[in-house]
T-cell receptor, first 110, second 116 residues
Framework: DAKTTQPPSMDCAEGRAANLPCNHSTISGNEYVYWYRQIHSQGPQYIIH???NNETNEMASLIITEDRKSSTLILPHATLRDTAVYYCIGGYSSASKIIFGSGTRLSIRP | EAGVVQSPRYKIIEKKQPVAFWCNPI?????LYWYLQNLGQGPELLIRYENEEAVDDSQLPKDRFSAERLKGVDSTLKIQPAELGDSAVYLC??????????????FGPGTRLTVL
């Protein structure tokens, strides 16, 4: 599974877009990029995943660079409830072995 | 739909005592995972089951840790004897048939173990 690199922490003002970067320069051509988040005292929660194309769902958007070496998770209108640790993971399938790193701790400022 | 259920939520034991954690996955999910999460770190996979078969237990410390999923539904993770370094959160997750990128893992709330 691809190793990913994320900043340890970020902050964002409430109501603004939160852009969380992830580097995955060793990702292989058929490995997906998955994003999970973990709110304090809860288990991780799936957010979104993608392979080559940009993806959007009700929670977030995922922008993957053309060379697939990096991606950005976008929370369009951050709220206090988005305060969490966000994990970027590379893997062939979310249902197979995935390796969590240390993630990015996102703090939302009121 | 009920999520992944884990019990107990919290457990405090003295070192050298045994401890067991229980997990009931989402109905119909044949893949079950146990993770260990130390403070400030991401979850680390201990073992993965496909139905009742352990298909990946390479990270399970087999000298003191054991797990079972006898009927391919709920699962138990045991530590015997517990050590101080085992203090952590133990997470259970489940997913529907493997091999498909869309099959996200659903996590339970975890069991926080404190070994004194």
């Amino acid at each position: 599974d691809a190793k990913t690199t994320q900043p340890p922490s970020m902050d964002c003002a409430e109501g603004r877009a939160a852009n969380l970067p992830c580097n995955h320069s060793t990702i292989s051509g058929n490995e997906y990029v998955y994003w999970y988040r973990q709110i304090h005292s809860q288990g991780p929660q799936y957010i979104i995943h993608g392979l080559k194309n940009n993806e959007t769902n009700e929670m977030a958007s995922l922008i993957i660079t053309e060379d697939r070496k990096s991606s950005t998770l976008i929370l369009p209108h951050a709220t206090l409830r988005d305060t969490a640790v966000y994990y970027c993971i590379g893997g062939y399938s979310s249902a197979s072995k995935i390796i969590f790193g240390s993630g990015t701790r996102l703090s939302i400022r009121p | 739909e009920a999520g992944v259920v884990q019990s107990p939520r919290y457990k405090i034991i003295e070192k050298k005592q045994p401890v067991a954690f229980w997990c009931n996955p989402i109905s119909g999910h044949n893949t079950l995972y146990w993770y260990l999460q130390n403070l400030g770190q991401g979850p680390e996979l201990l073992i993965r089951y496909e139905n009742e078969e352990a298909v990946d237990d390479s990270q399970l410390p087999k000298d003191r840790f054991s797990a079972e999923r006898l009927k391919g539904v709920d699962s138990t993770l045991k530590i015997q004897p517990a050590e101080l370094g085992d203090s952590a959160v133990y997470l259970c997750a489940s997913s529907s048939p493997s091999g498909l990128a869309d099959n996200e893992q659903f996590f339970g709330p975890g069991t926080r173990l404190t070994v004194l």
